[in-house]
């Protein structure tokens, strides 16, 4: 499947964007969704995650309680809705799928070798 990632761009600290991503084929409820993100210089880390249905969510701490994540399958779009910006937030975002039969439990969304297919990235710049 292929992921277009898009809607990244500057932003000024405490404020919000909306990122989406795109999925080339009509299977993608069959997908777990992710966001990663990874800022220069650092490992790639969870934003967030939803399950195949929307039915569950998790998030990664540093973004919990501002970041949003959801879908829509009938689009095979996938959104982050990110508020309350800060400048740590600053990194390039993936979005990410993983073949919903292979994955035994929700916690292993949380790791980025779990997931089979990788957007291109979106850069998001929060400026203080």
């Known amino acids: 499947v292929q992921l277009q990632a898009s809607g990244g761009g500057l932003v000024q600290a405490a404020g919000s964007l909306r990122l989406s991503c795109t999925a080339s084929?009509?299977?993608?409820?069959?997908?777990?969704m992710g966001w990663f993100r990874q800022a220069p210089g650092k490992e790639r880390e969870l934003a967030a995650f939803?399950?195949?249905?929307?039915?569950?969510?998790g998030y990664g701490d540093s973004v919990k309680g501002r970041f949003t994540i959801s879908r829509d399958n009938a689009k095979n779009t996938l959104y982050l809705q990110m508020n309350s910006l800060k400048p740590e937030d600053t990194a390039v975002y993936y979005c990410?799928?993983?073949?919903?039969?292979?994955?035994?439990?929700?916690?292993?969304?949380?790791?980025?070798?779990?997931?089979?297919?990788w957007g291109q990235g979106t850069q998001v710049t929060v400026s203080s």
């Open positions: 990410a799928a993983a073949l919903a039969r292979r994955i035994t439990t929700m916690r292993t969304l949380g790791e980025a070798k779990n997931y089979d297919y």
């Open positions: 939803v399950t195949w249905n929307g039915g569950g969510s």
């Open positions: 084929e009509r299977t993608f409820s069959s997908y777990h």
